[in-house]
């Protein structure tokens, strides 16, 4: 969250975000610091706006206000009439990784991680490819490099994805609900790469279900409803006492849903 004086080790600041679709106001001012090599877990009840953030940080979607700006750029003022392209340099920074994958179907796993580099940095092909192979190695996927997304697993389509963001060099991963799609037992080899990175002091927001794994691998948990941050700090403070009487029940509900 904003503290009360400007952090200098401040990757991400976010300051008043809003996004409504027709009606529905989906986030309502939402203020968010994301420190440098700092993991930030998103927390809430489906629509709460948790993946709307995300999407906003990564120019995928256009806030209707509110201020984001990364360390050593510009801030972009949505409230000043932001174009869609200015909100697209946004993705210069990030990278997101998505809960259904994304991968392009069509195009192996080496393709799907160097189209990015490639096509949109820029960058040679060569380079691209060894970065991609190298990267494929570290989650154990090398040998899957000219298979298609159908012959891999969920968990295995997930880690390319992991892959494929980290290929584009980003200055802060982010992963929205990255294992609300797997069977139970792939769940974790997924989770073990997000805490490698962790470990790694790569820069992320995550939002996610799965409270002890936030317990575990995040520095700040920001729990959201209805649009706004009801609740936000050390993950054992928000997740084993939190302050507020929602924050209580959401967390009751996802540790004894019987």
């Not at 050390?234 to 959401?250: S, Y």
């Amino acid at each position: 969250m904003l503290p009360a004086e400007p952090d200098p080790t401040a990757l991400l600041t976010v300051t008043g975000l809003e996004k409504s679709f027709g009606s529905n106001s989906v986030l309502k001012s939402i203020d968010l610091s994301v420190r440098s090599g700092q993991v930030v877990a998103l927390v809430g009840p489906s629509g709460s706006g948790k993946t709307t953030v995300l999407r906003c940080l990564n120019g995928l979607e256009v806030p209707d206000g509110g201020t984001v700006a990364f360390r050593g750029g510009p801030a972009v003022d949505f409230g000043a009439g932001v174009s869609r392209r200015d909100a697209l340099s946004l993705r210069d920074r990030s990278a997101m990784v998505f809960q259904n994958y994304n991968l392009f179907p069509h195009r192996t796993v080496l393709e799907n991680v160097i189209e990015g580099p490639v096509q949109v940095q820029k960058r040679p092909r060569r380079e691209a490819i060894a970065d991609a192979e190298r990267l494929l190695g570290r989650v154990g996927l090398a040998e899957k490099k000219d298979q298609h997304p159908f012959e891999l697993s969920g968990g295995q389509q997930q880690r390319v994805g992991i892959v494929r963001a980290l290929a584009l060099q980003p200055d802060l991963l982010l992963f929205d609900e990255p294992t609300s799609a797997l069977d139970p037992e792939l769940v974790g080899e997924v989770l073990t790469v997000i805490k490698e990175l962790a470990d790694e002091d790569w820069t992320m927001v995550i939002v996610t279900h799965e409270l002890a794994f936030a317990r575990e691998v995040a520095d700040e948990v920001v729990f959201m409803d209805g649009g706004v941050v009801v609740e936000h700090g050390h993950p054992d403070q928000v997740l084993r006492n939190p302050v507020h009487e929602r924050t209580r029940r959401f967390v009751q509900r996802l540790l004894h849903p019987f």
